[in-house]
């Protein structure tokens, strides 16, 4: 496969950055308990003083230890217990606690796991070391080999690897996690970031409109889930909104370099076509969110250098510069002085 002119510069840019500063369709765990549940002989004490209202609020909000059978209906019945007492009780034992916890955990997108599972979850959610995360993550699965959140737990491991700038494990973790819960918003962010990126295309050259193809259908896929999102409790309309831009931002970026990618493989040149569907995408991922990326400027000014359309690459290098630090900054400053050294030398317009 031939050596995509200029994009090899900025490999680690597309895999870093805010893409990881959150956790997009990440679960949310179900609440923890609070007073403990309450065993047959303090439901029986409660009776007896003639708390029922007490009793049955108790009953919704505690639960009890055990299922309802014939002898405790019986010692219920004896200390003056109602048939909506019974109910209750029954409605509280642990069987029906649970299924029915789990309802009203989908219903609001949290998922219940044990308390120790939980535990072990946040502990792996917030570890910011990447060799540290997938330890914890390869510890995780041996533990809870069943899991509901696994798909999340691979999600954080291709996020480390993302870290590690390691392209390969990001699509091999990505697709695992992906295999579990197809719209895993995450998981689809990051797996169309790194198929059409430099270090992951290049050792697929045989195949790589196939791999292209692959990315182009995760990036639709995120799209979508994106726009099923529903806003966090705690989130404004507006902050709601720029998060859903933010995400947009990265998936057009990431459609912008699947075309890029495209229009450098044909024998007879490259594919006008294709370019013109990558600047149009670039520009997609600067327009309407708060802080574009520097990189993704970076992205369209290569795309109209090669199309040569100098002045619109030298605006979009020099906003690389101005939003831009570190390597992104030195790489557009240096594309600014080649572009308007190719400006002083181009044949004027007549």
């Known amino acids: 496969m031939k050596t995509k002119s200029g994009f090899l510069l900025l490999p680690a840019l597309l895999l870093t950055g805010t893409l990881f500063a959150q956790a997009p369709g990440a679960p949310t765990m179900g609440p923890g308990p609070g007073q403990g549940p309450m065993t047959d002989k303090e439901v029986i004490s409660e009776l007896k003083k003639g708390g029922t209202d007490q009793l049955l609020k108790d009953l919704s909000t505690r639960g009890v ?55 072990d979850f946040k502990a792996l959610q917030s570890e910011l070391d990447p060799d540290k995360a997938i330890a914890l993550a390869d510890a995780y699965t041996k533990k809870y080999p069943k899991s509901e959140v696994l798909s999340y737990v691979y999600a954080f491991v291709a996020g480390a690897y993302a870290m590690k700038n390691d392209a390969g494990k ?63 409790p705690t989130e404004s309309d507006e902050d709601f909104a720029k998060r859903k831009a933010g995400y947009v931002a990265n998936v057009h970026a990431d459609l912008g370099l699947i075309h890029l990618d495209r229009a450098q493989e044909g024998l007879m040149g490259l594919d006008k076509a294709e370019l013109a569907k990558a600047e149009a995408e670039y520009r997609l991922s600067v327009t309407g969110v708060e802080r574009p990326e520097p990189s993704n400027y970076y992205r369209l000014g290569e795309a109209c250098r090669i199309e040569g359309k100098l002045d619109d690459a030298l605006a979009a290098f020099t906003k690389a510069s101005e939003l831009g630090q570190g390597v992104v900054k ?10 308007k050294k190719a400006q002083a030398t181009a044949p004027a317009k007549h």
Do not use: W
């Open 65 to 119: 230890t055990f299922e309802m059978d014939a002898d405790i209906e019986k010692r219920l019945r004896k200390a003056k217990a109602t048939d909506d007492i019974i109910k209750a009780v029954t409605a509280a034992g642990p069987k029906e606690r649970e299924a029915a916890a789990k309802a009203a955990a989908m219903g609001s997108g949290q998922i219940m796991v044990s308390q120790e599972e939980t535990a």
């Open 170 to 232: 990001i699509v091999e973790y990505g697709e695992k996690s992906l295999d579990l819960k197809k719209d895993n918003l995450m998981s689809l962010l990051m797996v169309c970031d790194a198929i059409p990126a430099p270090q992951y295309i290049t050792q697929h050259g045989a195949d790589e409109e196939k791999q292209l193809t692959r990315a182009e259908g995760y990036a639709q896929a995120a799209l979508a889930a994106i726009d099923a999102l529903k806003k966090l």
């Open 330 to 339: 030195q790489y557009a400053d240096q594309q600014i002085e080649a572009v």
